[in-house]
């Protein structure tokens, strides 16, 4: 049976569902505001428990706030999705068509790619190979923009990657469209897609750069963990969330 929602439930979603997505950090926080304006009593530690009273409750209505990994700085988030659509069909009432037909094909660059990434070239190129009305450069260029502006796309000096709420919302999807494809972090076992790869050719597991940061911090020779293969990448520092705008 669902439970029964106090104002401190309602006031936690409404604000979820404006911003769309927020950070473990953030929605600790934002717990603790909702409690404490509706004088209920907080426990830090309950978060998960609080949360899944809301989610009992928007289950009928085919929604569910679920967490996920930003691949940016292996914190974890929270995003209010729609369970009915598990595909890009969700987005149908903000893009057109075409505009759909070219998320796709980014997605599909992404995935496909060793770094997770896809350069604004390549984008442009697609946008040429459409089947649909094409898009001018111009019109791709302020779609690309709206994809960052609304929390699908990240964007770094040119390259395009899947936001943190993309893979979150998108993660049937993108699982059922691309299983020979996908690989998992083999730390935390989520999807991997901006990652370090094993160089040995019978091995090749994908560890996310946070996850590659936490494991092998303190080690003086880094090995795989699944091979024990030197690791001969660059071994990043663990990186805390300082911003909402790369999401």
């Given at each position: 049976m669902s439970r029964q929602l106090g104002d401190h439930h309602r006031r936690f979603l409404q604000t979820v569902m404006t911003i769309g997505i927020t950070s473990e950090k953030e929605a600790k926080a934002l717990y603790q505001?909702?409690?404490?304006?509706?004088?209920?009593?907080?426990?830090?530690?309950r978060l998960e428990e609080f949360i899944e009273a809301i989610n009992s409750r928007l289950q009928p209505m085919f929604m569910q706030i679920r967490k996920g990994m930003s691949e940016e700085d292996g914190q974890q988030h929270y995003a209010l999705v729609n369970t009915a659509e598990t595909d890009i069909t969700r987005m149908t009432s903000d893009y057109a068509d075409n505009e759909l037909e070219l998320f796709r094909k980014i997605m599909d660059l992404i995935v496909s790619s060793e770094n997770g990434k896809a350069s604004s070239t390549d984008i442009l190129n697609s946008a040429d190979m459409m089947t649909s009305k094409k898009l001018k450069?111009?019109?791709?260029?302020?779609?690309?923009?709206?994809?960052v502006q609304d929390k699908w796309l990240c964007e770094s000096q040119g390259e395009y990657n899947l936001s943190t709420r993309c893979i979150?919302?998108?993660?049937?999807?993108?699982?059922?469209?691309?299983?020979?494809?996908?690989?998992?972090?083999?730390i935390c076992h989520n999807m991997a897609f901006q990652c370090q790869i094993c160089e040995n050719p019978s091995c090749g597991i994908k560890?996310?750069?946070?996850?590659?940061?936490?494991?092998?911090k303190g080690r003086m020779e880094p090995h795989c963990p699944a091979c024990d293969d030197f690791w001969p990448h660059e071994i990043p520092e663990v990186r805390e969330l300082h911003s909402l705008s790369k999401r």
């Amino acid at each position: 049976m669902s439970r029964q929602l106090g104002d401190h439930h309602r006031r936690f979603l409404q604000t979820v569902m404006t911003i769309g997505i927020t950070s473990e950090k953030e929605a600790k926080a934002l717990y603790q505001h909702c409690c404490e304006t509706h004088k209920t009593q907080c426990a830090p530690d309950r978060l998960e428990e609080f949360i899944e009273a809301i989610n009992s409750r928007l289950q009928p209505m085919f929604m569910q706030i679920r967490k996920g990994m930003s691949e940016e700085d292996g914190q974890q988030h929270y995003a209010l999705v729609n369970t009915a659509e598990t595909d890009i069909t969700r987005m149908t009432s903000d893009y057109a068509d075409n505009e759909l037909e070219l998320f796709r094909k980014i997605m599909d660059l992404i995935v496909s790619s060793e770094n997770g990434k896809a350069s604004s070239t390549d984008i442009l190129n697609s946008a040429d190979m459409m089947t649909s009305k094409k898009l001018k450069k111009g019109e791709t260029q302020q779609l690309l923009l709206r994809l960052v502006q609304d929390k699908w796309l990240c964007e770094s000096q040119g390259e395009y990657n899947l936001s943190t709420r993309c893979i979150i919302e998108m993660e049937p999807y993108i699982r059922a469209m691309y299983q020979d494809q996908v690989k998992v972090c083999h730390i935390c076992h989520n999807m991997a897609f901006q990652c370090q790869i094993c160089e040995n050719p019978s091995c090749g597991i994908k560890i996310h750069n946070p996850c590659v940061a936490r494991y092998f911090k303190g080690r003086m020779e880094p090995h795989c963990p699944a091979c024990d293969d030197f690791w001969p990448h660059e071994i990043p520092e663990v990186r805390e969330l300082h911003s909402l705008s790369k999401r």
